[in-house]
């Protein structure tokens, strides 16, 4: 007889007569209880004591679910004074120069040619590790100039936790 068939014959053994609820408290006395539970003295005999007295909190919603939310109005003036696309902005060099740079993007997230594996081709990230490169810049830039499309949805996020900037720029620091 094997190790494996003496312990299953050890355990039937001991199983006859016993009902499920006496197996299951056995199991369970069994099992160590952790450090710190031995060290308080902590048998775990005042669980149900502690379930039966704990009461129901109602969950509040979120102060982000309880606004209404509103569209964001760009201030093109606010962005013209800190430098960004001018209003005037259809005949300027800085106009032409990320129409270059947006072409090229449109046409690759919104070409059909990809196949099933390949994930979707519209998301455009701009990152550096320098600070101070023009990242901001050229996200609002680009975002500006493809908000010009017909047909084409923009969302552009700030995600430098430090240093937001761009809701500073939106005016929607501090809003969720």
Known sequence: MSSIE????R?????RGKTESDRVTKAAESVPLPLADRERGN????LKAATDEAEVVER???A????????LAIQLDRLEAAGYLAQDYEG?????EFR????????KAFSGERSAEELPRNLVMISSAVPGEGKTFCAINLT???????DITVMLMDVDCMRRSLSKLFGVDGQP
């Open 43 to 46: 048998l775990g005999h005042d």
């Open 6 to 9: 003496k312990i299953m014959a």
């Open 64 to 71: 982000s679910e309880q606004t209404e939310k509103k569209p």
């Open 60 to 62: 509040k919603p979120y």
């Open 100 to 107: 270059r740079i947006k072409r090229p993007i449109l046409k």
């Open 92 to 96: 300027s060099r800085q106009f032409s």
């Open 11 to 15: 355990l039937e053994q001991d199983n």
């Open 144 to 150: 500006l100039n493809m908000i010009l499309e017909r």
